[in-house]
């Protein structure tokens, strides 16, 4: 069993924590926080050992009735592994912690990608980080993720000649009480391209991607327009069927009715998934069209869960406890990764695809 611990118990953290929790050949040794807040309380009435994040807050935690099972150096000491999920830039100051216990460790889509020896994405590159002498790993950004996990099979299957891709992106999470924008849509960044583009890079180096952001009063999902030319010129037909062969990509048939994000997190917390979680890319399956060798699509992202799989097959990768195939295949069963609709007949698969 690989004992994991968990620094950083938020959006990504608690959702890391209860995937941890469900493999087969994890144990969750605990979820660092740093304050004794509604989250501590989940983590509590699940059973999961709490460690203090910053040790001189500890007493915080007691006067509030909650029981430490010490500090967030002792859960280094003893995990495994770490999967790190604090906010952008705690991460890296989180790295000499982490090196001090020589205990292997995962960061976030947050950091920049030199805080670890790979950037991973479990579908494009997931032997990178199986080498003895590789310790830290880089789970990309969620929109890395979904473009990742997008451009693996066109790149593999017909070549990649240029990615142009306007991400329209969730001014905030649903918790995220501070951010913005209110009621405006902004270009963000206002210069191209955005840094999505080159952390695609850190995923594909060769791949030629210009990104543009946009910022707009919404939390439930990010959105992509995608423009793709491909080196080859197959039909729109046949593009949806390698995308529908992918375990990690859901495509949406028209015939559901679902028009947009909202109705999409609908179908999710209708169909039972935790949290309203989409794990998968959220492919419009009418809007995958071919004109010439140009491909277009929209996808939706859930920027809170779709790098979740990949924690999980990082913490494989990065251990070398498992091969892509089997620990995909895992991680997809045991979490319930690769929606399919009962409108569309042409989702088979719920396995990753393998390289032959
Ligand atoms: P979050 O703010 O929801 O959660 C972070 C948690 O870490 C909070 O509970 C915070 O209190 C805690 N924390 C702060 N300082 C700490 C410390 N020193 N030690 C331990 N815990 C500490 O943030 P998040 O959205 O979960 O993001 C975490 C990382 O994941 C970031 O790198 C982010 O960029 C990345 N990420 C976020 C999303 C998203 O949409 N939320 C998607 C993909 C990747």
């Not at 590159?125 to 590789?134: E, G, I, K, Q």
């Given at each position: 069993m690989i004992q994991v611990g968990v620094n950083g118990y938020g959006t990504i953290g608690k959702r890391v924590a209860d995937a941890v929790a469900a493999q087969p050949d994890m144990k969750l040794i605990g979820v660092a926080k740093t304050q004794p807040n509604y989250e501590a309380e989940a983590a509590v009435r699940k059973g999961y050992p709490l460690y203090a994040a910053i040790p001189e807050r500890a007493d915080r935690f007691h006067e509030s009735g909650i029981d430490l099972a010490g500090e967030v150096e002792d859960m280094v000491m003893t995990a495994d592994v770490i999967v790190d999920t604090t906010p952008s830039g705690i991460g890296a100051a989180n790295r000499e912690l982490y090196e001090r216990y020589d205990t292997p460790a995962i960061f976030q889509g947050g950091e920049d990608a030199d805080v670890a020896d790979v950037s991973f994405n479990a579908r494009s590159?997931?032997?990178?980080?199986?080498?003895?002498?590789?310790r830290t790993a880089r789970v990309v950004s969620c929109n890395t993720t979904g473009l990742s996990r997008l451009l693996a099979p066109l790149t593999e299957e017909y070549g990649v000649e240029k990615a142009r891709v306007t991400l329209v992106r969730r001014g905030g999470d649903p918790g995220q009480t501070s951010r913005g924008p209110i009621n405006d849509i902004l270009p963000d960044p206002v210069s191209v391209p955005s840094h999505h583009g080159p952390d695609v890079n850190t995923i594909f180096p060769d791949v030629d991607i210009d990104t543009l952001g946009v910022k707009v009063p919404a939390t439930l999902m990010h959105l992509h327009s995608v423009n793709i030319t491909l080196e080859a010129d197959p039909t729109a037909a046949e593009v949806r069927q390698l995308l529908a062969n992918e375990s990690r990509l859901f495509l949406v048939p028209e015939e559901t009715g679902i028009d947009g994000t909202g109705k999409l997190k609908e179908f999710a917390m209708d169909t039972g998934r935790p949290r309203g979680d989409l794990w998968e890319n959220c492919i419009w399956e009418d809007s995958v069209s071919m004109e010439g060798r140009d491909l277009y699509l929209f996808q939706s992202i859930h920027q809170e869960s779709d790098v979740i799989p990949e924690n999980i097959d990082a913490i494989r990768a990065l251990l070398d406890w498992e091969d892509r195939e089997t620990s995909m295949a895992t991680t997809d069963e045991t979490l319930g990764v690769g929606l399919e609709s009962l409108f569309d007949g042409q989702r088979q698969r719920v396995v990753p695809r393998t390289d032959d």
């Open positions: 590159n997931y032997d990178l980080a199986r080498p003895t002498d590789v």
